[in-house]
């Protein structure tokens, strides 16, 4: 049972196509894993639908037409669409760890031949970058059993959906589907007691923030979401 959902002014923004791209990649990915979110969408995209004919209802029809099109092409566009053909559209579902095999939302799927290698982290904690664009700084992390990261504070926001597992931060226990969105405001200090640990896809908004300073880099847990 999805316990955390975006709130609702960014169901709102994200049908109107007003989200930046960052949150709008995350907001989607939640729908395609939450029914809940995904009807409130939907009704969302079509008062917004209407509410374009009504204000293009004094012009010619075609302007119309063209005017929803337009803006249903706006609220359905992300960036960056996947142009390798090499990859067969089965193994961009799924995503490999370990012998483990993890189905990954819809949304999520053109990004998959933008993702690096796995690369292992203290803290039975694995990481691999995606590239989004220069829009934000995205990787998939995994928790092992008993994988935690110590007690960290953000800079900027960070968006984090539960791919699958469980995790617990000290501030609450997050399950799949889950979307958590924390900034500079939120102490928290995450592991995953799930024994088949946790997956998650997380997303920093602010690259600048990201790679800025020295400490960060020597700090084994800057390119971790959880910085
Ligand atoms: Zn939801």
């Known amino acids: 049972m999805i316990k955390f959902h ?16 960052v ?3 995350m907001v989607s990915a939640h729908c395609d894993m939450c029914a809940r979110c ?64 993890f189905t990954i939302p819809r949304t999520l799927r053109k990004y998959v031949p933008y993702m690096g290698n796995w690369s292992s982290l203290v803290g039975k904690l694995w990481q691999a970058p995606v590239d989004i ?30 791919i699958n597992g469980e995790f617990h931060d000290g501030i609450d226990h997050y399950r799949t589907g889950d979307f958590i969105q924390m900034n ?6 995450p592991k995953s007691d799930d024994v088949n640990g946790c997956l998650v896809f997380s997303v920093l908004d602010q690259p600048l923030h990201f790679t800025a300073g020295i400490a960060r880099l020597l700090n084994p847990f800057s390119h971790v979401f959880f910085r």
């Open 133 to 162: 664009g220069s829009s934000g700084v995205a990787n998939f992390i995994y928790m092992g059993h008993g994988g935690s990261v110590p007690e960290h504070t953000h800079r900027g926001t960070e968006f984090t959906l539960v």
């Open 6 to 21: 975006p709130a609702p002014e960014q169901l709102l923004q994200f049908a109107q196509g007003a989200l930046t791209s």
């Open 38 to 101: 995904q009807q409130v969408v939907a009704q969302q995209t079509v008062l917004q639908a209407e509410h374009a004919l009504v204000d293009t209802s004094t012009e010619a029809s075609d302007s119309g037409s063209f005017e929803l099109d337009a803006m249903l092409d706006a609220i359905t566009r992300l960036p960056r669409a996947a142009p390798s053909k090499s990859v067969r559209s089965t193994a961009r579902k799924i995503i490999e760890l370990d012998g483990r095999v």
């Open 23 to 25: 949150e709008s990649i």
């Open 184 to 189: 500079e405001s939120n102490v928290h200090a």
